[in-house]
């Protein structure tokens, strides 16, 4: 079996992603990896280039900043890195920049795509997602943020980046079909220091929004306001990944909102009522098949 990791990049350092974590979290399970680092105005091919791993292939792209809706360009950067995948890759995992697999689980993945690498009608693997925001501390709590999301995929023709990169669709639009992986994903992009979020900010908006958009909507401001942004969070109870260890010590902001879990809007009690109710309102881009049972359990 072989198993190809894929990325992308470009500012790594300018907007604090732990690009270099997310790419060792699953180098383990990865016969190779490849990583298109895009046109930058810092280090990032550099950072790349000092991984200094036989596995990695790095495909230099230049970005299309015309693409200024719906954060297409970052689904066309995907596709780069996927279609330079080898034919002869069995799984292909998928890991963003700003996102780290949890410890200890390498085992049981490995045994999922062992087990499923024969049975086509699984298209990849649906992993659980942990969104921290303001601080390594808290979680998103609210019904706003995804829960699930499709991160290894099968190396077969018509699988695509779908919309802004969260998930991936099939021929003809159609959702593919996952098993679910009792693993989780910790999602980093919204714990930055203040100063690098808001630059976060300011870019990612380009990628959605034309400029009298972003005059209108986004603050100008030295430090992102989390408070501003914030709805319904919780504290975290669990482990981060050891390789996040570095940067949650050195991290040199505080977060001090409220966090009190009545600070939901009133979508997210709409849809916490319909979820009472047993109706599920969430998005979701895949069609769960199944979940996986390693043989140990």
Request: proline share 3%; net charge negative; with cysteine.
């Amino acid at each position: 079996m072989k198993v190809t990791g894929f990325t992308f990049i470009r500012n790594a350092l300018i907007y604090d992603y732990p690009i270099r974590e997310a790419i060792l979290s699953v180098m383990p399970l990865c016969d190779e990896f490849i990583v298109a680092v895009g046109n930058s105005d810092d280090e990032t091919l550099e950072l790349i280039q000092q991984l200094d791993s036989p596995k990695i292939r790095i495909l230099e792209t230049v970005w299309d900043d015309s693409l200024r809706a719906n954060g297409e360009v970052l689904a066309v950067e995907t596709n780069k890195a996927l279609q330079a995948i080898s034919s002869d890759s069995d799984w292909c995992f998928y890991i963003q920049g700003d996102e780290v697999l949890e410890d200890g689980y390498h085992s049981l993945i490995r045994e999922a795509m062992e087990f499923y690498r024969e049975d086509y009608k699984v298209d990849g693997f649906l992993f659980n997602y942990h969104h921290f925001y303001g601080s390594y501390d808290y979680v998103g709590a609210s019904n706003s943020w995804y829960k699930k999301e499709i991160r290894i995929i099968r190396k077969v023709g018509g699988i695509y980046s779908y919309r802004d990169a969260q998930g991936f669709r099939k021929d003809d639009n159609q959702k593919l079909n996952v098993v679910a992986l009792p693993v989780h994903i910790h999602h980093y992009g919204w714990v930055k220091e203040p100063q690098a979020m808001q630059r976060k900010q300011l870019n990612f908006n380009k990628l959605w929004h034309d400029d009298a958009w972003i005059e209108t909507n986004v603050p100008s401001v030295e430090q992102f306001e989390y408070e501003r942004h914030l709805t319904q969070v919780k504290r975290f109870t669990g482990q981060h990944p050891s390789l996040m260890h570095h940067r949650i010590a050195a991290m040199n902001w505080k977060f001090t909102s409220d966090i009190s879990m009545e600070r939901r809007n009133l979508k997210d009690r709409l849809k916490d009522a319909l979820l009472w109710i047993g109706i599920n309102p969430n998005y979701s881009n895949y069609r769960c098949i199944g979940r996986f049972r390693p043989s140990r359990s």
